[in-house]
């Protein structure tokens, strides 16, 4: 598929000033970035909702994320820093900087790399994220040596862009923008950034135009009855896109559609691709068995494979470490791999698995020039 080739739809020829407006910051995203029309629309939507969150009760985070580098999860945020309201992007921030930056600016907090921080051992940062999805949440620290307790309001609009699966909690905070490598077809424009900032001049001006207009008008908005929610969409997620749903019913037309529909299909898209770590994963252990004389691999190797691949996101999967056995087992087992107790040429057992069991998930998943390498192994391969 051709993602030029998914222009972002328009009203009629006499479409509103605004709604030209949210369609050209559309465009401008589209130079850039490898994306679906509506994840343009969403993402549209998201660059004006910074301009005036502080008239929501809450504000969705985008989680961009894609299981291959190279994908434009950074140029996405590059794209994002040069739209938003007061963008701030980030990577390897401590939590006391994050608060001190939140509450001083209120800032479109862009954060890069984030399986370096959303792990086990960064749980300040990650309660820091599920405070400040919504306006009444506070983030409570110690402050001093007396036991006293600080609340800090951290509530303001969130990008984050990573490789690993997203912490459970935050899951429904996030509406995921899931990226794929461009194709051929596709006709991007390199990102520089002093000629990408001059160009998004005019429409960060007429982004503060239309929400200095709009704001008291969104601050009086009345909460969404359910029957304006995508009919398809968990009601988990009904709160995070509430707030790109009132601007779209603000700018009136054909919007309000348009982002009922764009919603439920980048959710789709992110539920189509849910099994899309099992591809590299497959792609990866193929790899390394090409490699190997023996056709079977303890667990134990082929995790230390795994965990040094520095492009593949197997080591920070665990909460921000490294693949463990049970990750592993929990992969192969949507395609039917399990792991075997068995004897190895050094003459020790152990739990492993074998270069047969990966060979009709091989020949399913992968691509065409990996599959005619594939080879049955012969019986003297078998235990």
Known sequence: MNHQDQPVPRENASASPSSEMLH??????????????????VLALWVLHTYCFSAAHSTPYLNIFSTESRCGKSV???????????????????????????????????LDQRETLLGAAYTKIRGLLISGARREGTYSVSAGNKGQIADHD????????????????????????????RFPGDRLRRLRLPEAREAA???????????????????????????????????????????????AN????????????ALIRVFDFHTEHDDSYVVPLLSDIYDLFETEKDRRLPTGDLLEYLNNLETRP?????????????????????VGIRSRNQRYPSGGRGNGYQYEDFLLPWQNWLPK??????????ENDKD
């Open 154 to 181: 951290v509530f303001c609009p969130k990008a984050f862009a990573g490789d690993a699966p997203l912490p459970i909690s935050l899951d429904p905070l996030c509406i995921p923008i899931f990226l794929v490598q």
């Open 76 to 110: 996405c945020l590059q794209v994002l820093r040069l739209l938003c309201a007061s963008p701030w992007l980030a990577a390897g921030v401590p939590s006391s900087v994050l608060i001190r930056k939140i509450t001083a600016d209120r800032p479109t907090l862009l």
């Open 314 to 334: 197997w080591r920070s999967w665990n909460k921000g470490g490294l693949l463990t056995a049970r990750n592993l087992a929990r992969l192969l087992g949507q």
């Open 24 to 41: 050209d910051v559309a465009a401008f995203i589209a130079r850039y970035l490898a994306c679906t029309s509506e994840q343009r629309i």
């Open 201 to 247: 001049q005019s429409l960060v001006l007429r982004l503060q135009q239309w929400a200095a207009s709009n704001l008291e008008a969104l601050k009086s908005a009345p909460p969404l009855p359910y029957d304006q929610f995508p009919e398809d969409l968990s009601s988990n997620y009904e709160d995070s896109v509430e707030p790109l749903l009132q601007i």
């Open 250 to 261: 603000l700018l009136g037309g054909e919007w309000p559609l348009q982002a009922c529909s």
């Open 369 to 378: 020039a990996e599959k005619q390498a594939l080879e049955v192994p012969g």
